[in-house]
């Protein structure tokens, strides 16, 4: 599975950003997909993410105003990003977790994009 992410940019605070997520390769292997972001000087968090079954999860810091969603058409993974604020400042990156296996062969597998870069200005 191959990710590239798109979209960032400066913003101001209050403003609205949609980053894209183009996946290729064995997309449909992908159990659930994800945005991380790391701001500078500290680790990557996961701030949303979505289950091939529709199901969303939100860091509480993002809930209300970032939207998770996917095209399936287009092997699409979107972050709608409303009402930004300074602390959203990050590179983000798009994230694909494969799962196989069972008991001790369980394995994950993680696919990363290459990151995009989102500056909220106050």
């Known amino acids: 599975v191959q990710l590239q992410a798109f979209g960032g940019g400066l913003m101001q605070a209050g403003g609205s950003l949609r980053l894209s997520c183009a996946a290729s390769?064995?997309?449909?292997?992908?159990?659930?997909s994800a945005w991380y972001r790391q701001a500078p000087g500290k680790q990557r968090e996961l701030v949303a993410g979505?289950?091939?079954?529709?199901?969303?999860h939100y860091v509480d810091s993002v809930k209300g105003r970032f939207t998770i969603s996917r095209d399936n058409a287009k092997n699409t993974v979107y972050l709608q990003m409303n009402s930004l604020k300074p602390e959203d400042t990050a590179v983000y990156y798009c994230n694909a977790r494969i799962y196989s296996g069972e008991g001790l062969d369980f394995i994950r597998v993680d696919y990363w994009g290459q990151g995009t870069k989102v500056t909220v200005s106050s």
């Open positions: 979505l289950t091939s079954g529709g199901i969303t």
């Open positions: 390769g064995s997309t449909s292997s992908i159990d659930t």
